[in-house]
């Protein structure tokens, strides 16, 4: 390591600490040449991890891409604060532990959405509805009352989901018109 003050390689190390993560290590350090004390920070560097999206394309594994969806999903919901982070860290660390260079982003839905089956699911058929492409409401219904059926699966205290759509009245052509002041 060079000193960052003289540019000597000759230094040595004064304390060493983990931080609160235990995937990092502080340490000072003191230059032999000019005295002078620095901090450096050491990690074990991840293997790369791409993704693998819908049309083939492949892109670096944002875990934060990741914890944004996750934290829209649970937004305004009955869950502890940092949630979406734990979830995000928890599904990276599945895939890096997994040894695998490439994931296909629906495994990664898949992951996300299995886990927030168990946190709450408001939030799971909010993130379905993002993350598979619904295409209609009544895709969405389909996808509730699937989500409804498995609630023997749900965490105890979680917020149970049902969809009760008022039938959709479509008025004439005419008398939509009428109504916004427009002639008929």
Not at 43 to 62: C, I, M, N, P, T
Not at 71 to 83: N, Q, S
Not at 158 to 171: C, E, I, K, N, Y
Request: hydrophobic share 35%; charged share 35%.
């Amino acid at each position: 390591m060079r000193c960052p003050a003289c540019s000597e390689r000759d230094t040595r190390v004064v304390d060493s600490r983990d931080l609160d993560d235990s995937a990092t290590i502080r340490r000072r350090r003191e230059c032999n040449a000019c005295s002078a004390r620095f901090t450096t920070y050491e990690r074990v560097e991840s293997a790369r991890l791409s993704v693998v999206k819908r049309a083939g394309e492949r892109q670096e594994f944002d875990r934060q891409k990741l914890a944004d969806g996750l934290e829209k999903a649970l937004w305004r919901r009955p869950v502890p604060a940092g949630t979406s982070e734990e979830v995000a860290d928890g599904i990276e660390a599945t895939l890096r532990g997994q040894g695998i260079g490439e994931v296909a982003s629906a495994r990664i839905g898949q992951m996300a959405m299995e886990r927030l089956r168990q946190l709450d699911q408001i939030a799971l058929v909010r993130y379905m509805s993002v993350h598979q492409r619904l295409e209609g409401i009544d895709q969405l219904k389909r996808e509730v009352d699937r989500v409804h059926a498995q609630r023997g699966r749900a965490a105890p205290g979680q917020t149970t989901l049902s969809l009760d759509l008022p039938p959709v009245v479509v008025a004439p052509a005419a008398a939509a018109t009428r109504r916004r002041g427009g002639r008929s």
